[in-house]
């Protein structure tokens, strides 16, 4: 199955989705640049949390807020959270032939107790802990600055704004806030493409209730993750969760359920729901001196509020969304013409995710009245969504073209068109056509887009 992870980069590559980041320099530490498709299609997705998040939830989880907080914060933040401290440190070993270096949970046992290193067989040292913290120097003289650290986690920004948010909305618990920003962890292993890479996206949301309903709230959101990804199309089969056992959770979580999905490269880990109960808003209170208890007008009680995050990745979702997708038919689809030899690549992305929308193309390009007319309605819908003008080679290569980026409507203007200003509209996953009236497109396509 590496193959199928294979042709995936490839794709992105070839069509505009993920580049190797500096690759006229030979690339730099395993990072990758979103391409004009790619970034079409992550903010796409980080729109549809940002949706779900904030517009589409009730009571019982009601009230969600957002927050945009700086990568760079006090490194006493870093203190108070426990990410200076081994909590937040991989076990490393390293070949004392070849000198690579490997997590040691990624060794097999056998390796581990002295079996040797993976590559090539030689001595492995002992394990050593090593901090994912990425440092930095603010200041403008690097010997007088200070050190500073880029973020790991983004939820630390809306814990230490926990008081600001509260006073300035005015809210009562239960409340969530949302955040969706950079995170940067100096991984010693980054691998399977953007699947863990040194700087990521995350999107993550802070439920704050009171302690005794933190296990009810634990278990809706971890229905409603599962929930999201599905409703945007991820087979059930290729999804599921795992509980972590206390040994293996992160330093911080009471609860923690892993969200996993079934890459070509195994079951991995896209997202985590953790009930953190007091640990952050205590630990801040300790080192910050500032009391960040809540008064419950109700219960007329102080207390620390828990906290159940749900925090996922947007470029493993990315990923995720891409392989869930990805379909290959062999000979083609099309059955009106004889069967084409080669293989036909289908990304059947849900429509909210799809980077573009709608493609125009003319039926051919040696006909300047179908050209003139095309680049028009190409014209006509750009205010209104992601679109392409294509006009290169046969209609049918156009539209596998297509159908190979999840492009969700082809639109062609064929000699009708030139009679009745009707187009055809063609479904991406059905190929199924029909013909609609230019003056009605906009709203045809924005219904059919919304539905
Ligand atoms: N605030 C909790 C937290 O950060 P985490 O399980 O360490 O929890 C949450 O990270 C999510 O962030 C992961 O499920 C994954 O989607 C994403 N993530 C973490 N490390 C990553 C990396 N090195 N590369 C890409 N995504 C990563």
């Not at 490393?92 to 040797?116: A, I, M, N, S, Y």
């Not at 001595?123 to 600055?145: C, H, I, Y």
């Not at 084409?340 to 493609?359: C, F, N, S």
């Not at 003319?362 to 205010?383: C, D, G, S, T, W």
Request: charged fraction near 30%; hydrophobic fraction near 35%; include cysteine.
């Amino acid at each position: 199955m590496q193959d199928l992870t294979a042709k995936i980069i490839s794709l992105c590559k070839r069509r505009g989705f993920i580049f190797p980041s500096s690759e006229i320099y030979g690339g730099f530490g395993s990072g990758y640049d979103f391409g004009p498709l790619g970034t079409e299609m992550k903010n796409n997705i980080k729109l549809a949390w940002w949706d779900e998040m904030t517009k589409k939830q009730d009571p019982p989880a009601g009230g969600i807020v957002g927050l945009d907080a700086a990568i760079l914060m006090s490194p006493r933040v870093w203190q108070a959270s426990g990410h200076l401290t081994a909590g937040f440190a991989d076990e490393l070993v390293e070949c004392k032939g070849c000198h690579k270096r490997f997590k040691k949970d990624e060794l097999t046992p056998h390796q581990r107790t002295g079996g040797g290193c993976p590559e090539c067989g030689g001595k492995l040292t002992e394990p050593r802990k090593f901090n994912l913290m990425m440092k930095t120097s603010v200041g403008p003289v690097e010997e007088e600055a200070a050190t500073a650290y880029l973020r790991a986690e983004t939820c630390q920004g809306i814990y230490v704004n926990f008081e600001n948010i509260l006073n300035s909305m005015r809210l009562k618990i239960p409340f969530g806030v949302a955040q969706i920003g950079k995170a940067f962890r100096n991984e010693i292993t980054p691998k399977d493409f953007i699947f863990r890479t040194r700087e990521f996206e995350q999107m993550e949301m802070q439920w704050f209730c009171r302690p005794k309903e933190a296990i009810k709230y634990f278990d809706f959101w971890k229905k409603e993750r599962v929930e999201w990804y599905l409703s945007l199309g991820i087979k059930k089969e290729n999804l599921r969760i795992k509980e972590v056992p206390a040994e293996e959770r992160a330093h911080y979580a009471k609860q923690q359920i892993d969200i996993e999905y079934k890459f070509p490269f195994g079951w991995k880990e896209i997202e985590g729901v953790h009930n953190r109960g007091d640990f952050d808003l205590s630990n801040h209170s300790k080192y910050s001196e500032k009391d960040l208890r809540y008064f419950d007008e109700e219960t007329k009680e102080k207390y620390f509020p828990y906290i159940i995050e749900t925090s996922g990745g947007a470029d493993r979702s990315f990923l995720a969304f891409i392989c869930d997708a990805y379909q290959e038919i062999k000979g083609g689809r099309t059955k009106t013409t004889e069967a084409v030899k080669e293989v036909e690549t289908l990304l059947k992305l849900d429509k909210r995710i799809a980077p573009i929308k709608v493609a125009v193309l003319p039926l051919v390009r040696n006909k300047p009245e179908l050209v003139k007319k095309a680049k028009e309605v190409y014209q006509l819908l750009k205010p209104h969504f992601v679109c392409q003008y294509d006009e290169l080679g046969s209609i049918g290569r156009r539209y596998r073209r297509q159908d190979e980026i999840a492009t969700v409507f082809c639109l062609t203007c064929d000699f009708q068109t030139l009679e009745d200003d009707t187009l055809t509209v063609r479904y991406r996953d059905t190929m199924k056509q029909e013909r609609v009236k230019i003056s009605d497109l906009v709203n045809v396509l924005k219904e059919k887009l919304q539905n």
